[in-house]
């Protein structure tokens, strides 16, 4: 227990001679910058505060009003609504000094009254939807109404800098849908899934639901709508993860992988020392608020609320339902490597460590390769990856108090957790596997080395490539993606689903690929200025039969579960997104089309498809569900595999199924989704314990083909025609049905997408490899159907010009 001893800062006893007191002065002085940094950093969140509420008004503009008021005043003008006077006769006097005050006080007023009018108008204008239906193509015009409401957004939006919070004021609530248009829409995307016989079953169900008992709780919801900032949100939240039961590990967490055509060191301590540094440079950017909020196409801020848990944050377990723990602060990480806990001081002298400093504790970390871990240490994280409630147990027992207690609140108060990997992540564009291997890693490891309760712990294998795994509750996929992007590439085009986590990581592969931050020998740049603090090993008292069964249950499970993930990550590089504007569709539509192609071949059925879109336009907006298998899809696949049909047909039923998706899309962002809606009914009929069997129907029909899209170049950070090279290949998540797929995809540039496609291997009636296979098979034929397409196009102008000849 000597580590133990270690850290007490201060103690003191009584003896016959009188007091006796001990004291670190070393642990005192970290004890006193870790307080002088905190409270940096509450008066640095109470100025962005004000500045944010008083957003799109400029905090300056305060001043010039009340310059005004006086200038007014004792020009013999009065002030409107005659303010000055009024405040004069409630003052104790009216002499200059108060006349001073009186005109203050009436000029914050005006100037308050103009902030709020100003926040207003521009939630009132961020109501406005119709840009989203607008199209896009090349000779479309936009519409008189738009453009004067986008001029309008311009002025209020853009004159003034907006904070990374600037705009969660403005940005207006999530709008809830009737009943009758769920209904209509639900029954609309069911139809090419059902026999007429169970669509009108279905259909008998939906009536009754919607003339019954969807009233009374349509009252609630709608009375919920009025009172929360987002109707959904909390409910999400709470239901669909925190009160779920299951293993984190492949059944909800998800990665993100490296930039995988740039290697830019294969020194393992300094890639993990420039990525630490970034991270916590991104973190200070955020907790400064000086991120720009995305604006989507340059104009419609999105809601910036989930990055608020992106660092220092972890998933509690409980009993029944687990919490979400954020932590104001934090100056530490945690590392882990051979099984063994290090805790990693990132500040020293008032300032954040450098990355040659940082290098140098990593390099400290991994000379320690002779350390044994402590009994039940090593498989310790097995916990985190197990069943909710079993964890929950161990933990109000085993880590209630002592050694436990402080080790455990270490690694869950971290900015992080950091994986040091003894295996390589490797690439071979010849050897695929490689890649499938290197997803596989980052999913789940070998079950007990990534802590899956923090909100994302950062994974460098042996050859200094990296990746992450992140939990799903605090923020969706995207939102980690885009930190970890900016670092590590972009590209100007923005989507408007861009997730949190995708900024995270985009964030990071930008900055490693603009700027130099290795020499010619691997290690980070710049040269250390004192000796950063020494990582200390974290103390574990797990010598105990129930914590080392548990623990070893844990373990057994977590094999169980990551030996049965079949992972592909197909790597398409005949064609990208580059003809699929050739063809003039939506890039998201046209893979989706591809997939409901492949799907179909794979399984000789339709299936319900999930495509998760975004609500972040509203305030607290978190996921949407896109329906992809719509009449529109079936019809134009079925089309496909009938040889009678001509190739124009398939053309014009593909764009009409493209055409649907992407109305669907826009609904979905819009609030007019489908999926959510129908959630939150059925809590509502739970609280007011109400059966309903069309709800209980609906929540329970399986989503066995499960898709995302990651977004890509969500920061203008860099050009990939200067960097052709820095590509992110995306992330994945497990199945989320035992017999369907997950599949992620990113469009990569014009001539790549990355598909991460994932299953079990113990569903007899499915296959990663096979599915994959199916896409590049339904990717080919819609290249080809648009080449005989236009071949078909040119023989009949080719024909008519000859015609027109005669």
């Known amino acids: 227990m000597a580590e133990a001893h270690s850290a007490v800062a201060f103690s003191f006893s009584i003896t016959h001679e009188g007091w006796d007191i001990n004291y670190d002065r070393e642990v005192l002085d970290l004890v006193w910058q870790s307080g002088v940094r905190s409270w940096r950093k509450r008066l640095a969140r109470w100025r962005t505060g004000v500045r944010n509420g008083v957003y799109p008004a400029h905090l300056q503009s305060l001043w010039l009003v009340i310059a005004i008021a006086i200038g007014l005043h004792f020009s013999q003008r009065h002030v409107p609504f005659d303010l000055v006077n009024k405040w004069l006769a409630v003052l104790p006097g009216d002499t200059l000094q108060w006349q001073v005050a009186a005109c203050s006080l009436a000029g914050l007023v005006v100037w308050l009254s103009i902030c709020y009018t100003m926040r207003y108008s521009l939630k009132l204008l961020l109501m406005y939807k119709g840009w989203m239906y607008e199209k896009r193509a090349p000779g479309s015009r936009t519409s008189l109404q738009t453009r004067l409401w986008g001029l309008c957004v311009k002025v209020l939006a853009t004159w003034n800098k907006p904070g990374l919070y600037s705009f969660q004021g403005s940005l207006p609530r999530l709008p809830l849908p009737s009943v009758k248009d769920t209904m209509s829409r639900y029954l609309r995307s069911v139809r090419p899934l059902l026999d007429d016989a169970n669509y009108n079953r279905m259909e008998r169900l939906a009536k009754e639901f919607q003339q019954g008992i969807a009233t009374k709780l349509q009252r609630y919801l709608l009375l919920k709508s009025w009172w929360s900032t987002n109707y959904v949100s909390d409910w999400w939240e709470e239901y669909v993860y925190l009160r779920g039961r299951g293993a984190l590990m492949v059944n909800s967490n998800f990665y993100g992988i490296d930039a995988i055509f740039m290697h830019p060191t294969k020194v393992q301590s300094a890639r993990a020392a420039s990525v630490m540094h970034l991270l916590l440079q991104f973190r200070r950017t955020v907790e400064r608020q000086e991120l720009e909020p995305i604006l989507v196409q340059g104009l419609v801020p999105l809601c910036s609320w989930q990055y608020e848990r992106i660092f220092n944050t972890v998933r509690a377990p409980g009993i029944e339902s687990d919490k979400i723990i954020h932590y104001q602060d934090s100056n530490h990480i945690v590392v882990l490597y051979r099984g063994c806990y290090y805790k990693v001081i990132i500040y020293h002298n008032g300032r954040l460590l450098r990355p040659c400093e940082l290098q140098m504790q990593i390099e400290h970390i991994l000379q320690q390769r002779q350390e044994k871990p402590q009994p039940g240490e090593e498989l310790l994280a097995s916990l985190t990856a197990g069943d909710r409630t079993k964890w929950a147990q161990i933990r109000q027992t085993v880590f209630a108090k002592g050694a436990n207690r402080t080790s455990l609140h270490t690694v869950e108060s971290a900015a992080f957790v950091l994986s040091l990997d003894e295996k390589p992540f490797e690439f071979d564009i010849a050897q695929p596997e490689k890649l499938d291997q290197f997803g596989r890693y980052l999913l789940h490891g070998n079950g007990h080395d990534r802590w899956f309760d923090k909100s994302f712990t950062v994974c460098v294998g042996s050859n200094g490539r990296i990746g992450f795994n992140a939990e799903h509750t605090w923020a969706d996929a995207a939102v980690m993606s885009h930190i970890w992007e900016m670092l590590i590439m972009g590209e100007t085009e923005q989507r408007a689903d861009a997730p949190v986590m995708a900024h995270v990581w985009e964030n990071i592969v930008a900055d490693e690929a603009t700027n130099k931050r290795y020499d010619e020998n691997g290690n980070t740049v710049g040269i250390p200025e004192f000796e950063p603090p020494t990582p200390k090993r974290l103390v574990w008292d797990l010598n105990d039969k129930v914590a080392l069964e548990a623990i070893d249950e844990a373990h057994l499970s977590a094999q169980k579960l990551l030996n049965d993930v079949d992972l592909r990550i197909l790597v398409h590089d005949a064609y990208g997104k580059g003809l699929m504007k050739k063809c003039r569709l939506s890039p998201d539509a046209f893979i989706q089309m591809a997939l409901q192609l492949a799907y179909y071949r794979d399984a000789g059925k339709f299936s319900l498809t999930y495509e998760a879109s975004m609500t972040r336009l509203f305030r607290e907006g978190r996921t949407e569900t896109v329906r992809p298998c719509t009449i529109e899809s079936a019809a134009w696949v079925k089309a496909m595999l009938d040889n009678s049909v001509p190739v124009e047909e398939r053309v014009r039923l593909l764009n009409a199924a493209c055409d649907r998706h992407q109305l669907g899309y826009q609904d979905a962002m819009c609030g007019k989704g489908i999926d959510r809606h ?129």
Not at 696 to 705: C, D, F, I, K
Not at 739 to 752: C, K, M, P, Q
């Open 678 to 806: 129908l959630f939150c009914l059925y809590v509502v009929s739970k609280y007011l314990e109400i059966d309903s069997p069309f709800l209980q129907e609906v929540l329970s029909e399986p989503w066995r083909l499960s898709t995302s899209q990651t977004p890509h170049g969500q920061t203008a950070k860099m050009d990939l025609k200067k960097h052709p090279n820095c590509i992110s290949a995306g992330g994945g998540f497990g199945p989320v049905a035992d017999d369907g797929y997950g599949v992620s995809y990113i469009v990569a540039g014009e001539d790549l997408i990355f598909f991460h496609i994932s299953s079990k291997r113990s569903c007899g009636t499915t296959s990663s490899e096979r599915f994959a296979q199916e896409i590049c098979r339904a990717l080919s034929d819609m290249k080809h159907l648009f080449e005989e397409y236009r071949s078909f196009q040119k023989q009949s102008t080719t024909d008519g010009s000859k015609t027109q000849k005669k």
